[in-house]
């Protein structure tokens, strides 16, 4: 097993920040022209293999757009040739497919304190080798200790409950409906972020996956799906795409969202910014769908169907222009017999409490190695 104080997780990375306001395909030329230039400055070296890509957008509250819309944007400025702006190509790497884990959060500067992030718009992008990523996920599973989960359902709030059994007693004759209505209201919140909370995919739950790919015998496999009632898989069509499988695609997405929905009432008029965390099965080991496109496809679904807010809310009805998804990630798995016509399995998150496989590998480590 590799040494946790001896490996360096900074080995071949690539750090890079620009001062500059995060757009989707509406970026000027100018300004991508800036971007590619200054990207191109800081690589010494493209990568040739599989790799992680971070970002962490800043942008002001006039000019934000969807984080998915903005990664699709930026992965193309980092590698494809672009006549119209400059004569670089590969900047960073050659092809979406080298792009392995993707991690994204969107934020806007204009509603959050200046001392925990930029005050000014900027794009931080942080790239690593992915055999980083899958050396850390073996170093967690074998040496470190997986973190209790709480149970949302043992402990639901019902505050306005209690207040309705109040109503008309002594010292509270006056509890108006209005005062019901908000306590139900506090309610809901309190119950979808306890819910959101639980739905979540650790680094734990992925472990199995590659002992699975490297020994068919083990017997872990299975863990994956211990959560289950927080998963839902969803069928990527086989590659290459048929004429029809786009079809197929967004119906059975939209069958899940539904079926989601339903099972957990406390899902209806979402009051919690959310995070979405992908794990993709690919249809086989040649053939497989760029992480990039996928989320394309599969977020603006989401957001149609379960209205999530942008920001947190304190009303019930969340407006189109508020809805949205701030942060996501998604990791490429290992091909596997079992899902040989693809898989794409996801969970709805808690945006605040939200920690990605990457930064709760590290921290777990840094723990463990302070023990």
């Known amino acids: 097993m590799a040494s946790m104080k001896k490996f360096n997780w900074l080995e071949k990375s690539l750090l890079f920040s620009i001062k500059q306001n995060p757009k989707s395909k509406k970026i000027s030329i100018n300004e991508a022209r800036v971007f590619r230039k200054a990207l191109s400055d800081k690589v010494h070296k493209k990568y040739t293999e599989s790799i992680c890509v971070f970002f962490s957008f800043f942008s002001t509250k006039r000019n934000s757009h969807q984080v998915h819309k903005l990664v699709k944007n930026y992965m193309d400025l980092m590698h494809k040739p672009m006549e119209e702006v400059d004569d670089l190509s590969g900047i960073v790497f050659d092809d979406d497919s080298q792009v392995s884990y993707l991690h994204a959060i969107h934020y806007c500067i204009d509603e959050t304190e200046s001392n925990e992030i930029s005050e000014d718009p900027q794009i931080n992008i942080w790239v690593v080798p992915f055999k980083h990523f899958k050396k850390m996920v073996y170093l967690v599973y074998d040496s470190c200790e997986r973190p209790q989960r709480d149970d949302p359902f043992q402990e639901e709030s019902d505050f306005a409950e209690t207040i309705k ?48 790919y490297k020994n068919p015998q083990y017997k872990c496999f299975e863990e994956l799906y211990h959560y289950t009632l927080k998963l839902m898989s969803i069928k990527i069509p086989k590659i290459p795409t048929k004429e029809g499988d786009s079809e197929k695609f967004t119906l059975a997405l939209k069958n899940e969202l539904e079926k989601f929905r339903q099972s957990f009432k406390t899902m209806d008029a979402l009051q919690i910014p959310i995070g979405l965390k992908f794990l993709y099965f690919p249809p086989s080991r040649q ?14 679904k989401i957001i149609d169907i379960l209205h999530p807010p942008i920001r947190r809310q304190t009303g019930l009805i969340v407006k189109e222009g508020q809805r949205g998804v701030n942060q996501y990630e998604i990791l490429k798995m290992p091909y596997s017999k079992r899902y040989n016509e693809g898989t794409l399995t996801f969970v709805v998150t808690n945006n605040q409490s939200f920690k990605s496989f990457w930064k709760e590998g590290l921290e777990l480590l840094e723990q463990k190695s302070q023990d």
């Open 165 to 212: 059994l109040l109503v008309g007693k002594p010292g509270f004759e006056k509890i108006s409906q209005t005062i019901i209505k908000e306590a139900e209201a506090m309610d809901h919140i309190i119950n979808q972020e306890s819910l959101l909370n639980f739905f979540n995919l650790s680094i734990f739950d992925i472990a199995p996956i590659w002992k699975a």
């Open 287 to 300: 053939h497989t769908k760029d992480i990039d496109n996928i989320v394309l496809k599969t977020i603006p």
